[in-house]
């Protein structure tokens, strides 16, 4: 590990949280949702398409494109550019990235945008080229997808730590409670632990309240100097820490922990602050599961304790330890990468006073979390962000 001392992101913040409202299906192309989001941004800050000479962009149905071939089809033509294929880590990496870049004068003010189409066959096209390790070791046996590599994972983690599909429910139904107060969420009807309990296996000991809608949108935000913030007079968050680990622990036979569990300490001591400190919390939530590994590995109760540690919060955004305050990806959809952005466009909007009816109150210090890439056996990237409510 580096004993080299972190730089903070003095003077650099993230500003205007935009979502393309979700589709359960769409005829139109990635490059339309990313370019509406693009718009939203564009409009939103007052700035001319020209003035944004920073992309950052994150899609898994844009190809045969990558992000320069994006520019074109946009027509732009930024002096930095990146394109970030981390799934559910993309929202947080992208911020990193970002900010970096402004803070070293590559470029001035920066669009992160992720986003997908769904067509009826889109998630099994892309299911399908995931990756080679699925390829090789996964499709051959019937087992293409993320549901049985995640009923791997949940089925030893109910094993080693006692958790119950209640507690998985527990989560569900909460975030089903925050969703409907999010204008943008798919799902509109509430939903009860018994009907959680009740509802079919898909993969055992997942059933269909453990899984994520694959639909269609888009999700963005600009990071530029907190100086151009109050000049656009936009309301801005600032950056107190941030981190990413890839490939982490590969020798566990089994997923159990993410990379964040080798970072936390770095995280809170670069913030300043304590997992107490932290008002909410928004984490990648494609199944239950994950919530769980990273309630631990980001410090909110020990190895193997979050089975206790649902049981005695709410998770409500008027109740205790505010969580995924959108609804998440388990109730609001998951529109591909886009996916990956939205917990850090929540958190934004959490911390510039804009959440409406899902705002936590007097929030100004709020947590992200991203895990992406589950590659056979294990999801590879995983990232965290602590933000803090700009003072005007």
């Known amino acids: 590990m580096s004993t080299r001392k972190r730089q903070g992101y003095d003077g650099v913040v993230a500003v205007l949280p935009v979502t393309i409202p979700y589709a359960r299906y769409s005829t139109r192309s990635a490059h339309w ?58 929202g947080v990496v992208a911020l990193r990235r970002a900010a970096r870049a402004v803070q070293a004068g ?41 549901n049985a590599s995640f009923a791997l994972l ?59 809608m694959p639909c269609a949108g888009a999700e963005g935000y600009l990071v530029m100097t907190e100086d151009r913030a109050r000049a656009l007079k936009l309301p801005f968050v600032r950056i107190r820490s941030t981190i990413e680990r890839h490939n982490a622990f590969p020798e566990d036979p089994i997923q159990f922990r993410g990379g964040w569990a080798m970072d936390k300490d770095a995280l809170y001591e670069h913030a300043g602050i304590a997992p107490a400190d932290v008002d909410f919390l928004e ?15 980001l410090g909110f109760c020990a190895k193997g304790e979050a089975p206790a540690f649902v049981r005695e919060h709410s998770f409500t955004i008027e109740g205790s330890f505010p969580f995924n305050t959108s609804g998440g990806q388990l109730s609001v959809g998951q529109a591909g990468a886009a996916g990956g952005y939205l917990g850090f466009v929540q958190a934004l909007r959490q911390l510039t006073g804009g959440a409406g009816h899902t705002q936590v109150k007097d929030a100004k210090i709020g947590m992200v979390s991203g895990f992406g890439m589950i590659n056979y056996d294990r999801g590879l990237c995983s990232g965290a962000a602590v933000l803090e409510r700009g003072q005007a």
């Open 33 to 90: 949702w990313l370019g509406r989001a693009l718009g939203e941004l564009v409009r939103g800050s007052g700035l001319a398409k020209a003035q944004i000479d920073g992309v950052c962009v994150s899609s898994f149905t844009l190809g045969p494109d990558t992000a320069v071939g994006l520019m074109q089809h946009l027509g732009m033509s930024p002096r930095w550019l990146d394109h970030i294929p981390m799934g559910g880590a993309s």
């Open 283 to 297: 984490t990648y939530d494609d199944y239950p599961v994950i919530n769980m590994m990273q309630f631990e590995d």
């Open 154 to 212: 949940t089925d030893y983690y109910m094993r080693h730590y006692g958790a119950t599909r209640e507690d998985f429910g527990k989560l569900c139904v909460a975030q089903r409670d925050n969703a409907l107060k999010n204008p943008h969420a798919l799902m509109k009807k509430p939903l009860t632990l018994a009907q959680y309990m009740e509802a079919r296996a898909i993969t055992d000991p997942i059933h269909l309240f453990d899984c994520v």
């Open 106 to 146: 590559d470029a001035e003010v920066i669009a992160c945008i992720a986003g997908d189409t769904n067509a009826v066959d889109s998630f099994r096209n892309t299911v399908s080229q995931f990756s080679r390790f699925a390829q090789d070791a996964v499709y051959p046996y019937g087992a293409g997808g993320p």
